[in-house]
């Protein structure tokens, strides 16, 4: 009898990526419905919390959004009172993005969502912090190797 082969969806890596990443994103949607805001709108008003007065461009490179996907964003964020938009005095083309002072407000109320979406996946902090890290490294190999350079494995070998 001879060995079944593991099935070629099985052993894609970004088949576990992709269904992992829809996975937190559901995880985190009972956490945020409370502060009535989607996955994306959080991420967005935690880096204004962490960094106010942010470019609409910053705020897409450190997103990694382009600029359909972030205006809208921002725009539904502004409808709902959390931050402003303005132009900057030293050039008209860029757009500042600015907590309101409900957008403050509701920090405080957001404090407790890492907390209860870590006891959710039960990692430890030092796990979190390894499987980020792993993570991290994956992403810039990845980008790396689109802008056409070479990248080495964590072992010094070119792949």
Avoid at 82 to 93: A, F, H, V, Y
Avoid at 101 to 109: D, H, K, T, Y
Wanted: charged share 25%.
């Amino acid at each position: 009898m001879t060995a079944v082969p593991p099935a070629v969806l099985d052993s894609l890596l970004c088949l576990d990526i992709y269904a992992t990443s829809r996975l937190m994103t559901r995880a985190y949607r009972p956490l945020l419905g409370a502060l009535e805001l989607t996955y994306p709108q959080y991420l967005v008003m935690v880096a204004l919390w962490d960094e106010d007065g942010r470019t609409v461009g910053n705020l897409g490179e450190t997103l990694e959004l382009d600029s359909g996907t972030l205006s809208p964003l921002l725009k539904r964020l502004e409808v709902a009172g959390l931050l402003t938009r303005t132009r900057t005095r030293k050039d008209e083309r860029e757009v500042e993005v600015r907590l309101s002072p409900a957008g403050r407000e509701l920090q405080a109320r957001a404090r407790q969502i890492p907390g209860d979406l870590a006891a959710l996946i039960c990692l430890s902090g030092e796990q979190s912090a390894g499987l980020q890290r792993q993570l991290r490294a994956l992403r810039h190999n990845i980008e790396r190797a689109l802008a056409g350079e070479v990248v080495t494995s964590a072992f010094g070998e070119a792949l």
